[in-house]
């Protein structure tokens, strides 16, 4: 029962390993060779899209020109869904706020529960007026979705694809 227990446990955490690869990883800056800025506004991207290369790093500069609290995230679609319950917990815990983030609170909070201070290379969230930067090395020609994953943001438009070629 115990190896079975432990098998379980193997699979969980591989299979959660093997998709953040899937996704790529965090670039060296020295290794971007191509900057793509993108604007966040109430509900959704500017670009809608954008397009890579498959195996280049790219600079993603986010701004946030909107009145609320956006997130820029890089994941496929079943890891956006997931990412949705982590959000929940930071508005339940009064974290995330409408038009703020509530900084000392979440770097307080995540002493306990590490999944409270959002710390992600995927990605960013950012208050009104904010800028923030990814530098992401795309491996993959998977199907990934730039996403905000804050409750109801997604759901009324705020995503786009990320095409890889
Ligand atoms: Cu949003």
């Known amino acids: 029962m115990k190896k079975l227990i432990l098998l379980?446990?193997?699979?969980?955490?591989?299979s959660n390993a093997a998709s953040m690869k899937m996704l790529g990883s965090k670039g060296d800056p020295n290794d971007v060779t191509r900057v793509i800025e993108v604007k966040m506004y109430d509900?959704?991207?500017?670009?809608?899209?954008?397009?890579?290369?498959?195996?280049?790093t790219v600079k993603i500069i986010v701004?946030?020109?909107?009145?609320?609290?956006?997130e820029y995230n890089i994941a496929t679609k079943e890891m956006h869904i997931k990412h949705t319950t982590e959000m929940a917990k930071l508005i339940e815990n009064d974290i995330l706020l409408g038009?703020?983030?509530?900084?000392?609170k979440m770097k307080e909070m995540s002493k306990k529960d590490p999944s409270l201070g959002h710390k992600h290379a995927n990605s960013v969230m950012l208050?009104?007026?904010?800028?923030?930067?990814?530098i992401?090395?795309?491996?993959?020609?998977?199907?990934?979705?730039?996403a905000c994953n804050i409750p109801g943001h997604y759901e009324t438009g705020m995503v786009g694809p990320i095409i890889i070629k």
């Open 8 to 14: 379980f446990i193997f699979i969980a955490f591989n």
């Open 43 to 56: 509900n959704y991207y500017k670009p809608s899209s954008i397009q890579v290369k498959k195996g280049e």
């Open 63 to 70: 701004k946030n020109l909107g009145e609320l609290v956006h």
């Open 99 to 104: 038009d703020s983030i509530d900084h000392a």
């Open 127 to 134: 208050e009104p007026n904010k800028t923030g930067e990814i």
């Open 136 to 146: 992401w090395k795309f491996s993959n020609d998977i199907a990934l979705e730039m």
